[in-house]
T-cell receptor, first 107, second 113 residues
Framework: DAKTTQPNSMESNEEEPVHLPCNHS???????IHWYRQLPSQGPEYVIHGLTSNVNNRMASLAIAEDRKSSTLILHRATLRDAAVYYC????????FGTGTRLQVFP | AAGVIQSPRHLIKEKRETATLKCYPI?????VYWYQQGPGQDPQFLIS???????DKGSIPDRFSAQQFSDYHSELNMSSLELGDSALYFCASSLASPIGELFFGEGSRLTVL
């Protein structure tokens, strides 16, 4: 299975933009790039996904490098409720979680 | 909107006992995934089903079995429980094609004493 690499933790202040990076140098042509986040004792929550083009939705934006070997999840204005573990995941036919980035948001 | 329903939410069992967890996917979703998440750990994929057939298998112990029924709900059966089986068990559902988002349930917390 393709692997992703993310920083263990990141910090942000409220109302500031947050850029969460993910490296996936072994990505194959059929792998979709998914992002999920998880709050303590809750199930993971879908954030966004894409294949080649940048994507925007009400929660976030996903910027995908031209060679698809890396991507960045962008939270435009962090809130306290965005504090969670963010997982970058490559999916062809199943979803395998990596270690994720723990995002802390300070008021 | 209806979400993924898991039951029971909490379960306490003794070692060597048996436990059954149930998952009711979002209506019209044809794929179900089971994950195990130990304390402070990342979710580990156990097994998945597509159209009532097992589609993939992860790090699921032989003591565990699962199936998907005609109404698409799924059950995870765990026998000869060990202390290390204590974890949050998540079920997720999706449409198989095109590959879209997975919807996770709230999880079933199993405690083995």
């Amino acid at each position: 299975d393709a692997k992703t690499t993310q920083p263990n933790s990141m910090e942000s202040n409220e109302e500031e933009p947050v850029h969460l990076p993910c490296n996936h140098s072994t990505i194959s042509g059929t792998d979709y790039i998914h992002w999920y986040r998880q709050l303590p004792s809750q199930g993971p929550e879908y954030v966004i996904h894409g294949l080649t083009s940048n994507v925007n939705n009400r929660m976030a934006s996903l910027a995908i490098a031209e060679d698809r070997k890396s991507s960045t999840l962008i939270l435009h204005r962090a809130t306290l409720r965005d504090a969670a573990v963010y997982y970058c995941i490559l999916i062809a036919d199943k979803l395998i979680f990596g270690t994720g980035t723990r995002l802390q948001v300070f008021p | 909107a209806a979400g993924v329903i898991q039951s029971p939410r909490h379960l306490i069992k003794e070692k060597r006992e048996t436990a059954t967890l149930k998952c009711y996917p979002i209506p019209r979703h044809d794929t179900v995934y089971w994950y195990q998440q130990g304390p402070g750990q990342d979710p580990q994929f156990l097994i998945s089903f597509y159209e009532k057939m097992q589609s993939d298998k992860g790090s699921i112990p032989d003591r565990f079995s699962a199936q998907q029924f005609s109404d698409y709900h799924s059950e995870l059966n765990m026998s000869s429980l060990e202390l290390g089986d204590s974890a949050l068990y998540f079920c997720a559902s999706s449409l198989a094609s095109p590959i879209g988002e997975l919807f996770f349930g709230e999880g079933s917390r199993l405690t083995v004493l």
